[in-house]
């Protein structure tokens, strides 16, 4: 008798241990329920393709990469202009000074209309060689040599001058022009050759004539306030310190 009632407890101690396990799993099911719901979606992706999500995922990150790249190169782009990919397709009409552009280097020679001793009575045929590569702005740059051919004479220089604004008016009505004023000279080279000393009353004439025609008049002459060491030795003509500051201002008027 007393080795069946062992037996008896035996396996009602065996029932009550497996029926706590069977609670204690229920239990710990429903508080992972309750307190993970990362469960509960992981549950529900289950019956998704899996493919299809990695695809959408994929696409994601290949398309916020690409828009990213087209920022870093949009902002790149504008630092890494050349002058020359700056300058476009406007074109440069002037004198020897105008010149320094190419002998520097500076811009393209092809948008460059440039020749020693050009005035404002001779500007003609070399304006019809610039409207001929179809620019998109055009920069006129003369006056150095009208001083001395005009006799220092300004209302001659600046009748001279609106002959050729006139003559293209005419071909291309609606293309922006930019005068250049003429460069300040130093006085050594105004003690030479008195005429030179002109330089003020041309620009004021120059001026004038831009007002009448509504034509943007681009004044240098300050960049060059300082500093005669930019010059060259006959104090007229210059060194190639100045010529990126003077096209950063051709290119602030024209929006380049």
């Known amino acids: 008798m007393r080795r069946r009632g062992t037996g008896i407890w035996y396996v009602l101690a065996i029932a009550a241990v497996a029926a706590g396990c069977i609670l204690y799993i229920e239990n710990l099911k429903n508080r992972s329920a309750e307190e993970y719901p990362v469960l509960e979606w992981i549950d529900a992706q289950k019956n998704q393709d899996i493919e299809a999500v990695e695809a959408k995922l994929l696409a994601r990150d290949e398309a916020e990469r690409a828009e990213q790249e087209e920022e870093e190169q949009a902002a790149g782009s504008e630092e890494t202009l050349s002058p020359r990919q700056r300058f476009g397709q406007a074109v440069l009409v002037g004198d020897s000074v105008a010149e320094g552009f190419i002998d520097y280097q500076i811009l393209d020679p092809s948008r460059i209309v440039a020749h020693k001793g050009m005035r404002s009575d001779t500007m003609g045929e070399y304006i019809d060689k610039a409207l001929e590569l179809s620019p998109t702005q055009l920069f006129l740059s003369v006056g150095l040599n009208d001083m001395e051919y005009c006799w220092g004479d300004s209302a001659r220089f600046a009748a001279e001058y ?32 008195a ?13 004038e004539l831009c007002e009448k025609w509504e034509i943007s008049f681009l004044d240098n002459g300050d960049l060059l306030e300082g ?11 210059l060194k190639s310190t100045p010529y990126l500051p003077w096209l950063e201002r051709m290119e602030e008027a024209a929006g380049l």
């Open 162 to 193: 609106e002959k050729r604004l006139q003559e293209i008016r005419e071909r291309e009505p609606d293309l922006p022009i930019y005068v250049n004023a003429i460069m300040p000279i130093l006085p050594a080279a105004v003690e030479k050759k």
């Open 195 to 207: 005429v030179l000393g002109k330089v003020g009353e041309f620009n004021a004439a120059l001026k």
């Open 227 to 237: 500093h005669e060491d930019w010059y060259q030795k006959d104090s007229i003509h």
